[in-house]
């Protein structure tokens, strides 16, 4: 038999039914002291834009819940009161639908973003938002304040050239050969002799060719030709020029999904990058991401600063690749750390690809930085380079077992 479909309407299409089912909700939920509030688009669109924003097709509400029984009261109640339980796919979601407005709500501890509440006023109304609010943003969507951005086709075409021009010395990047780094990323995946593995944006496939000897088969993906053209031969890996947001692959395939720092350079739908992921893995099967995050927070608009003048991207914090993980459906998400230290600032802008100038210019941000960047990066400047310690964070995370 088959399941029926959720035919729902944007918000933005339908505001005054939209802000009904919200109060709805926000009013149910309260009742049970749950501490509804906004989240994601609902709350970036209510903050920034003052309103739902286009394109935006569900509500994305939190609520505080400790345990299986206070979502099941919940659940029970909004059905009650006229909402269709839609099958929960996540542990920490459910989506349900009234009047065709798509509501999703997560159902999260009281920690981190989501330990206090920052409030944000729409048509007189007060709604809670997680605190600091500007930071949460920012961990979650990056350039959030920008409504419009640089077209996806326009990206494209500059994306592509950037890549041609990188990847002829990309294998020289000492960051990106670090032994130590690679091999504590092969470590955290727990691979088996029987998996097939996914190595989304895979590059010059460094890291699948140092996965291909503990599993079956890897399969490398990235949306650059010259950089796939530098792949090792021989390796017994298969590479393929494709984008992760539309794989073509069939669902649940992959016992593994391997991607080193890849998704700041996926400025255009994110999530769906993610999503992806989730779904062409195996029921029980993990993700194995890694990404460089800002040391500290009292660094990040230095570092955002060096890496705009090399590059378009995202800036990651840890908060903001867990909850990116999280509402794609991962759970018992892992988060580990590794410094590569000695990482010379010299071999990475020589091997870039950038014009000489631009190169000179990020050197000098480095070396002219505040002392507490140089203190957060451990800086050793000598006559010839500039040494600094990065962060870097691989994170596991496991496709709920149906």
Excluded at 43 to 52: A, H, K, N, S
Excluded at 229 to 255: A, H, L, M, T
Excluded at 377 to 389: E, G, L, P
Aim: aromatic share 10%.
């Amino acid at each position: 038999m088959k399941k029926k479909r959720f035919r729902t309407i944007d918000p933005f299409l339908q505001v005054e039914n939209a802000d009904k089912i919200l109060d709805e909700v926000f009013q149910i939920a309260g009742e049970q002291k749950m501490n509804p509030f906004l989240l994601w688009g609902l709350c970036l669109g209510f903050v920034r834009d003052g309103g739902y924003i286009k394109g935006d097709n569900d509500l994305d509400i939190g609520v505080v819940c400790n345990g299986k029984r206070e979502r099941q009261a919940l659940a029970a109640i909004l059905r009650k009161n006229g909402f269709t339980h839609g099958t929960p796919n996540r542990l920490h979601n459910i989506h349900f639908r009234k009047n065709k407005v798509l509501v999703d709500i997560y159902f999260l501890e009281a920690e981190g973003f989501y330990s206090s509440f920052d409030s944000v006023k729409y048509k007189g109304k007060i709604y809670s938002v997680p605190r600091p609010i500007e930071d949460f943003l920012t961990a979650s969507y990056s350039n959030w304040k920008i409504k419009e951005k640089q077209t996806a086709k326009v990206r494209v075409v500059n994306q592509g050239q950037f890549w041609k021009i990188r990847s002829k010395k990309f294998n020289k990047l000492n960051w990106a050969n670090d032994i130590s780094y690679i091999k504590m990323f092969v470590r955290s995946g727990e691979f088996k002799e029987s998996d097939i593995v996914l190595d989304v944006g895979t590059g010059t496939g460094i890291m699948a060719h140092a996965i291909s000897s503990v599993v079956k088969k890897v399969i490398g993906i990235d949306v650059s030709q010259d950089m796939l053209d530098q792949c090792e031969e021989g390796d017994g890996n298969q590479y393929i020029k494709r984008d992760i947001r539309d794989s073509k692959f069939p669902d649940n395939v992959f016992d593994k999904v391997t991607a080193r720092l890849v998704f700041h350079h996926i400025i255009d739908d994110t999530q769906k990058a993610m999503d992806e992921c989730y779904r062409v893995l195996k029921n029980g099967g993990k993700i194995i991401l890694a990404e460089g995050v800002p040391p500290t927070s009292k660094v990040r608009r230095e570092y955002i600063s060096i890496f705009k003048l090399k590059e378009e991207r995202l800036t990651f914090t840890e908060e903001g690749l867990v909850n990116l993980m999280m509402k794609s459906g991962f759970k018992n998400i892992r988060v580990l750390q590794h410094i590569t230290k000695n990482f010379s600032v010299n071999n990475w802008l020589e091997n870039s690809g950038l014009m000489k100038e631009k190169q000179d210019k990020i050197f000098e941000l480095h070396v002219k930085a505040s002392d507490t960047f140089k203190k957060a990066y451990n800086m050793r400047i000598t006559k010839d380079d500039c040494f600094i310690d990065i962060k870097n964070l691989v994170l596991v995370g496991e496709k709920r077992e149906v």
